[in-house]
């Protein structure tokens, strides 16, 4: 089965610096990546995904970029503000069929004003 | 729209005894799963429904897990009996699937805590 790793487990940062999150996965037929965020006691929430036909997506201050040949992905959140700190998950799955994610442990991002 | 809808929020049970899980997807939406979320750690899918089917139950613990979607909407998780391990905030997500969107949209979960 699907095998994803994200790194780092906790990011800390200050206001207004960049944060780069990363995540391997093992099945080369794994084609749609989502990036979601869970603020403490709340569901997760996609805020961006990328299919494997493109290799980046932008929306704002937030961009994921995909190396399929490597087989990883990154999210890329520019000119971080204090209510980005979240947890992010990525995940990895195939459409079409069986959509069967399999997601990342998940990184604690604090953002310091 | 509404979202997803999940009951109870909040559940502490003991060791051996029994707990369901209910969930309504968003109106409309084919696919639903159950996710368990451990502290720490990512969602882990445990069953996926395409309306009143199992789609995958792989990583469900059959020997203690059920679910069921008998009339392709609502859907109930059931563990019998519980573990300590167990504790887990319990997710249910529905999706469309009808197009080639594949955003899955989140309940807010039940919290269960087992003694």
Redo the contacts between chains.
């Keep these: 089965g699907e095998n994803v790793e994200q790194h780092p487990s906790t990011l800390s940062v200050q206001e207004g610096d960049s944060a780069v999150i990363k995540c391997t996965y093992s099945d080369s037929a794994s084609n749609y990546f989502p990036w979601y965020k869970q603020e403490l006691g709340k569901r997760p929430q996609l805020i961006i995904d990328i299919r494997s036909n493109v290799g980046e997506k932008k929306d704002q201050r937030i961009a994921v970029t995909l190396n399929k040949t490597a087989k990883h992905f990154s999210l890329h959140i520019t000119e971080t503000q204090p209510e980005d700190s979240a947890v992010y998950f990525c995940a990895a799955s195939r459409t079409g069929g069986s959509y069967i994610p399999t997601f990342g442990r998940g990184t604690s991002l604090i953002v310091h004003p | 729209e509404a979202g997803v809808a999940q009951s109870p929020r909040y559940k502490i049970i003991e060791k051996r005894q029994s707990v369901a899980f209910w969930c309504n997807p968003i109106s409309g939406h084919a ?1 639903l799963y159950w996710y368990q979320q451990i502290l ?6 445990l069953i ?1 429904f395409q309306n009143n089917g199992v ?2 139950d ?1 990583q469900l613990p059959k020997d203690r897990f059920s679910a069921e979607r008998l009339k392709g909407v609502d859907s109930t998780l059931k563990i019998q009996p519980a573990k300590l391990e167990d504790s887990a905030v319990y ?1 249910c997500a529905s ?1 469309s ?1 009808t197009t ?1 969107e ?3 949209f ?4 039940t919290r269960l805590t087992v003694l």
């Design positions: 696919t720490g750690q990512g969602p882990k899918l996926q789609v995958d792989s997710l999706s699937r080639s594949d955003e899955q989140f309940g807010p979960g």
